[in-house]
Structures are given as structure tokens and as C-alpha cells.
Nanobody, 119 residues
């Protein structure tokens, strides 16, 4: 079936880096915006980054701007999130999603992957 599956999470020390990858299957998402969200324990889900289908526009939350980079490879049907200079407050379950950035509606979601940053 149609799926988004995240990988690449884990435990890293503060200041370190991780690369998350989201692999899509079941359909081609080349015409969808792709995004990353995260949810920390006891907190609401928050937007992290998005990239439009055109590859031209990327968007980042203020908390990650300058540290995280979102990219996509339509040929491989994947979207990545390169996370540098990680902080303990980046600890969360990270979700990839596919949908429409302008409307804010995301139709497909991954299962989530844990990222833990130790101090």
C-alpha cells in the first residue's frame, strides 16, 4: 500500500549530526510537497521543514533554520532531512509527510522515527 517510511534516526550527542530519510512506496510523490514534522513528549506536533514539488522552494521553522536542510530525490521517491548542530531540544519523534504546502494539508504520513540528542 501507499507508505512513507522514515529511517536514520537514533541517539546522538549534542553538536552532532544525523540524516533522516523517508522512502515512499505505493505511488509516486513527485507532485506533492514533502515535509518533516516532529513531536516531543508532552508537546504538540510542530512543523520542521518542507520542500515543494518544484524543488525551488524550501521552508524551515525558525528553530531549525541554518541547522537543518531538507532535500528530495524524485527519482528515488525519497526525502531527506540533514540535521546538524543538534541540540537536546531537538529530541522528538520525527514524521515525514506528503501533501500540499500552500493549503497545509498533508494526506500521507510516516510512522515516525525517534531522534534523541544527549547533552
Amino acid at each position: 500500500q501507499e507508505q512513507l517510511v522514515e529511517s536514520g534516526g537514533g541517539l546522538v550527542q549534542a553538536g552532532g549530526s544525523l540524516r533522516l530519510s523517508c522512502a515512499a512506496s505505493g505511488r509516486t510523490f513527485s507532485r506533492y510537497a514533502m515535509a518533516w514534522f516532529r513531536q516531543a513528549p508532552g508537546k504538540e506536533r510542530e512543523f520542521v521543514a518542507a520542500i515543494t514539488w518544484s524543488f525551488v522552494n524550501t521552508y524551515y521553522s525558525d528553530s531549525v533554520k541554518g541547522r537543518f536542510t531538507i532535500s528530495r530525490d524524485n527519482a528515488k521517491n525519497t526525502v531527506d532531512l540533514q540535521m546538524n548542530s543538534l541540540k537536546p531540544e531537538d529530541t522528538a519523534v520525527y514524521y515525514c509527510a506528503a501533501g500540499d504546502y500552500d493549503s497545509g494539508l498533508y494526506d500521507y504520513w510516516g510512522q515516525g522515527i525517534q531522534v534523541t540528542v544527549s547533552s
